[in-house]
């Protein structure tokens, strides 16, 4: 195996500072369709700029999504929790800290996430199916509590648009 020299990799170190490859973030979408079947779509944020947070701090990649009246929340989900199908109440951002976790949608796709692993649920406006069932089952998974932050959004939810945040 050959390994790259000092000299290439001091190059290309610095040709990544000159033209910089924009890094993107991968997050599950909890949606509504038309027909009020909810579904999870992997979408990416990838609209980031490099600048300074607040000059003169050295710049770093950001991506800002204005939002009036969030609220943040956090839960411990136990080991062995299960919910009840339920819709989320708000729009959403469900970041988990720790622990793993599920979510079912009525289409019958089943998401496990642990920590890193973003979830936007907008499952809001759902019609029950044949089975009573509306929005998503959600529960733990493994042997650790799941420890989730929540930042609910005060907007109206979309429907039929999955990946809505790119």
């Known amino acids: 195996m050959t390994h790259p020299s000092s000299h290439e990799q001091t190059e290309a170190r610095s040709s990544d500072r000159e033209h910089p490859t924009p890094p993107t973030i991968?997050?599950?979408?909890?949606?509504?369709?038309?027909?009020?079947i909810s579904h999870q779509s992997r979408c990416q944020i990838q609209d980031f700029t490099l600048k300074s947070i607040s000059p003169p701090a050295s710049p770093q990649w950001l991506?800002?999504?204005?939002?009036?009246?969030?609220t943040v929340v956090f839960t411990v989900q136990p080991?062995?929790?299960?919910?009840?199908?339920?819709?989320?109440?708000?729009p959403q951002w469900i970041i988990p800290l720790s622990g793993r976790w599920f979510v079912e949608t009525m289409d019958?796709?089943?998401?496990?996430?642990?920590?890193?692993?973003i979830s936007f649920g907008e499952d809001q406006n759902?019609?029950?199916n044949?089975?009573?069932?509306?929005?998503?089952?959600s529960g733990t998974v493994?042997?650790?509590?799941?420890?989730?932050?929540?930042?609910?959004?005060e907007?109206?939810?979309t429907i039929g648009q999955a990946c809505r945040f790119r």
């Open 130 to 137: 044949a089975q009573g069932q509306k929005g998503h089952l």
């Open 26 to 36: 991968d997050y599950w979408h909890v949606w509504t369709d038309q027909d009020g």
């Open 108 to 117: 019958g796709q089943r998401v496990e996430m642990g920590v890193g692993e």
């Open 126 to 128: 759902t019609k029950a």
């Open 142 to 153: 493994g042997d650790a509590p799941a420890v989730l932050m929540i930042v609910q959004l």
């Open 79 to 90: 080991v062995g929790w299960i919910g009840t199908w339920h819709e989320n109440p708000k």
């Open 63 to 70: 991506e800002q999504m204005q939002q009036v009246g969030a």
């Open 155 to 157: 907007e109206t939810p």
